[in-house]
């Protein structure tokens, strides 16, 4: 059964980072996309950064100076390096590859 389970969230100041991690089992990512979305309070999911099977990755306009996605076949995982963020980067933070999701992880930048 295909599974993912994100972490690295958590409460970070401006101006801090995070690196979230995407853990899958059940299947081998290798063979597909990866996708990072998150949700905001009161707001639709959005995309954040998707990398292709080949590694290229493509950004979200406004983040891709400060958020890079990056995959890990060997160990079936993928990441979201955050860098410089801000109190509007804060939401629920998802992986989803092949139409599947994660339970998501909490991302609040606040001081």
């Known amino acids: 059964q295909l599974q993912l389970v994100e972490s690295g969230g958590g409460l970070v100041q401006p101006g801090g980072s995070l690196r979230l991690s995407c853990a899958a089992s059940g299947f081998s990512l290798g063979d597909y996309a990866i996708g990072w979305f998150r949700q905001a309070p009161g707001k639709e999911r959005e995309g954040v950064a998707c990398i292709t099977e080949r590694g290229t990755p493509n950004y979200q306009d406004s983040l891709e100076d400060r958020f890079t996605i990056s995959r890990d076949n060997a160990n079936n995982a993928a990441y979201l390096q955050m860098n410089s963020l801000k109190p509007e980067d804060t939401g629920v933070y998802y992986c989803?590859?092949?139409?599947?999701w994660g339970q998501g992880t909490q991302v609040t930048v606040s001081s």
């Open positions: 989803t590859i092949s139409g599947s």
